[in-house]
């Protein structure tokens, strides 16, 4: 069974629009990690950011900001006033157990001048 | 401070053949992830190192197979390659195991089974 629901597959967006990005995630333990991921065509994942289940404050860095809501087991990420260089395919993952590892299937950005 | 390095960058093998690929962590991590991620799929957890130990396994084949050495250093080896092998196969490390640490990645090796 799918963990890690990333159901955008692409988007597409023109520069300075703001742009979320859904992950749904499916879990029963009550200990788990959320990560977002950002591969640019480079290829190299870049970690963006790490939140705990006991940990559901929102959090904001510069133009991204990461909802985590339990309620509805998503942890969704919006870019504001998106720019060309967020061009990437974006990653959501899920740690279980503490070696238990399970990504989303991506979601690719495109973001237009 | 260098990052994850992999090598090679590109492998490209035979059906039926052998390759390995290598991966140096970050200095001072002793964990190691091995993950496949296939043309239009997501990243599938492979294999984890830890201290030298094999921690744990994704849903792969036998024949996919690795080590960690002193030094932290990880080698992945995959056996009578298929076709369906050809990949980005990545590397990430992080300082303590598990998932209580951020895993940083390498580059990847692009590996093309012909």
């Known amino acids: 069974a799918q963990k890690v629901t990333q159901a955008q597959t692409e988007i597409s967006v023109v520069e300075k629009e703001d742009v979320t990005l859904d992950c749904v995630y499916e879990?029963?333990?009550?200990?788990?990690?959320l990560f977002w991921y950002k591969q640019p065509p480079s290829g190299e994942l870049v970690f963006l950011i790490r939140?705990?289940?006991?940990?559901?404050q929102n959090e904001i860095s510069g133009r991204y900001s990461w909802n985590f809501q339990k309620s509805t087991s998503s942890f969704n990420f919006t870019i504001t006033a998106s720019q060309v260089v967020d061009s990437a395919v974006y990653f959501c993952?899920?740690?279980?157990?503490?070696?238990?590892?399970?990504f989303g299937s991506g979601t690719k950005l495109n973001v237009k001048p | 401070e260098a990052g994850v390095t992999q090598s090679p960058t590109h492998l490209i093998k035979t059906r039926g053949q052998q390759a390995t690929l290598r991966c140096s962590p970050i200095?001072?991590?002793?964990?190691v992830y091995w993950y496949q991620q296939a043309l239009g799929l997501g990243l599938q957890f492979l294999l984890w190192?830890?201290?030298?130990?094999?921690?744990n396994r994704g849903n792969f084949p036998p024949r996919f197979s690795g080590r960690q050495f002193p030094n932290y250093s990880s080698e992945l080896n995959v056996n009578a390659l298929e076709l369906e092998d050809s990949a980005l196969y990545l590397c990430?490390?992080?300082?303590?195991?598990?998932?209580?640490?951020?895993?940083?990645f390498g580059p990847g090796t692009r590996l093309t089974v012909l």
């Open positions: 990430a490390s992080s300082f303590r195991t598990g998932g209580i640490d951020t895993q940083y």
């Open positions: 939140r705990n289940s006991f940990d559901e």
């Open positions: 200095s001072g991590h002793t964990s």
């Open positions: 993952a899920l740690i279980l157990n503490f070696n238990k590892f399970y």
């Open positions: 190192y830890d201290e030298g130990e094999e921690r």
């Open positions: 879990t029963r333990d009550t200990t788990y990690y």
